[in-house]
């Protein structure tokens, strides 16, 4: 999803075992850390539980992601780097 009441609703609806939002989100221009704060302080455990992580090449709002309750993300330069230490981290997640 694209918009931040959207990704909210689809994580509401859906199962998902890791949910990775973009620093800002392409459709409205919002912020992902406010996507991220709506599903990891919502009082519903189900989405509150659900993995996140943090798309950004800025340090900073990764760190704020994490203080907001997401997992240690990744900056897409990473997806162009050696892949061990990302691939590592996203296998924690997922198995």
Not at 60 to 68: G, P
């Amino acid at each position: 999803m694209d918009t931040l009441h959207g990704a909210v609703e689809a994580v509401r609806q859906g199962d998902f075992d890791l949910v990775l939002v973009n620093r800002i989100l392409d459709a409205d221009g919002s912020s992902g850390l406010a996507l991220v704060r709506e599903l990891k302080q919502t009082d519903e455990p189900r989405v509150a539980n659900t993995p996140v992580m943090l798309v950004s090449n800025f340090a900073e709002a990764r760190h704020q992601a994490e203080a907001l309750g997401a997992l240690p993300g990744f900056g897409k330069d990473d997806l162009y780097a050696p892949k061990v230490e990302l691939i590592e981290r996203l296998k924690s997640v997922l198995g």
